[in-house]
């Protein structure tokens, strides 16, 4: 499998791990095992891996730090691509970050802080990427990234660079352009409010502490399971189903919050997919409403 592309990386000196868990690689720490999980250091490497791609038809599936995501059981044949963590560090331009997408969401509102710029305290504690950030358009505690998304960069499927302004990318609740348009976010440029350094600390310290508080952090889970639906609570609605504690093999229905499905004992992604069906269809059953799933699935294939 892949040898024809393992040689292509390696001739360009695009990094890549073989046969990968995925429970290292996603926050629920469930999964099979990856074929093969390529690591471009840089833009330039990602639109080269991608031009090769599409030349060999090979489809490819992109995460940030898999806190929103499930890879399925067994062999993952499917091409991963993770972007570097690291390069390049963000820039400040004024009252404006522009930085990769790999980069890591807590470290950015670490970075917006030092620089006494507002915005970003609402982020503090969600454990994806930038990247992540923009695909779904995160947000807690009233604020969203919609709320400081200048312009995103991105790569499409054959290498093609592309930068768009943030009316552009169709921001809406936990989704963007990007759901339905295939394309690699390289980079994103934000606008925050200058502001008193230790005050914003301050409120970065009250979000992280109210989660510590509500959510069930000592358990791997993906956050909320579900979408809020147009006017209720996800966690109300499974609460008042009698649905706290709900287990499937090594998953359950977190008992401190039921907006989570948690990973309680090994579980495997068989059994959370399995708990989300059955409290989605009792949610349904006995409330009439439909439960739309917010964490998304890798394909095997
Ligand atoms: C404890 C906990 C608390 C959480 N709290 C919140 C919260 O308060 N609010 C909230 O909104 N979310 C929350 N989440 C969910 C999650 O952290 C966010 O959705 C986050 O934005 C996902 O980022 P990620 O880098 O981990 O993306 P991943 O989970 O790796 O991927 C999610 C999706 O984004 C796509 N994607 C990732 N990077 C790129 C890229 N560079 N280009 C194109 N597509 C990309 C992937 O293909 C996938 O479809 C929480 C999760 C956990 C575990």
Known sequence: MHEQLKSFLTRRQIPFEELVPMAKMTSFQTGGVARILIRPANEMQTACLLKELNR????????????????????IERILIRLNENEPAP???????????GYSLM????????????????AYGIPGTLGGAVFMNAGAYGGEMADLLVSCSFLLPDGTRMTLSAEELELGYRTSLFQKKKAIITGAKLRLKPDNGLEIETRMKEFLERRKEKQPLEFPSAGSTFKRPVGFYAGALIEECGLKGLTVGGAQVSEKHAGFCINKDHATTSDVLQLIEQVQKTVFEKKGVRLECEVRLIDRY
């Open 56 to 75: 060999t038809g090979q489809d490819w599936f992109v995460l940030g730090k898999g806190s929103n995501l499930l890879a399925p059981d067994g062999m």
């Open 91 to 101: 820039r400040q331009m004024g009252d404006e970050i522009e930085c990769a997408a």
């Open 107 to 122: 470290k950015l509102c670490r970075f917006a802080q030092s620089k006494g710029l507002s915005g970003l305290e609402f």
